[in-house]
């Protein structure tokens, strides 16, 4: 399986990006997917994650109401969507697939990671 984010760049405080994550594998609508980042100098982090059908959301207390995390299963892409960018969301964002349905790290884990895509927010 192979996890290819993309979308990432340099962008203001204040300012939307769209990154998003392409998967190989045939069964993608049967898992849940995730989105992580790393910050230089930090450890990787949770972001958001998705369930199997896209019904169900999680997010990170400080990205609630900035960040919106989807998937369309008839492409195999999960997307993150993020609104009023903070210098703070630079990092490095990566994308994750659970071995199960529903995102719960520790009953499934995470199967699969995907190579990061860069997100700068300049001040």
């Known amino acids: 399986v192979q996890l290819q984010a993309s979308g990432g760049g340099l962008v203001q405080a204040g300012d939307s990006l769209r990154v998003s994550c392409a998967s190989s594998?045939?069964?993608?609508?049967?898992?849940?997917m995730g989105w992580f980042r790393q910050a230089p100098g930090k450890e990787r982090e949770f972001v958001a994650a998705?369930?199997?059908?896209?019904?169900?959301?999680s997010y990170t207390d400080s990205e609630k109401g900035r960040f919106i995390i989807s998937r369309d299963n008839a492409k195999n892409m999960v997307y993150l969507q993020m609104d009023s960018l903070k210098p703070e969301d630079t990092a490095v964002y990566y994308c994750a697939r659970s071995g199960g349905s529903s995102w719960s790290v520790s009953v499934y884990g995470i199967d699969y990671w995907g190579k990061g895509t860069l997100v700068t927010v300049s001040s």
């Open positions: 998705i369930d199997w059908s896209g019904e169900i959301t």
């Open positions: 594998e045939r069964t993608f609508g049967s898992y849940a």
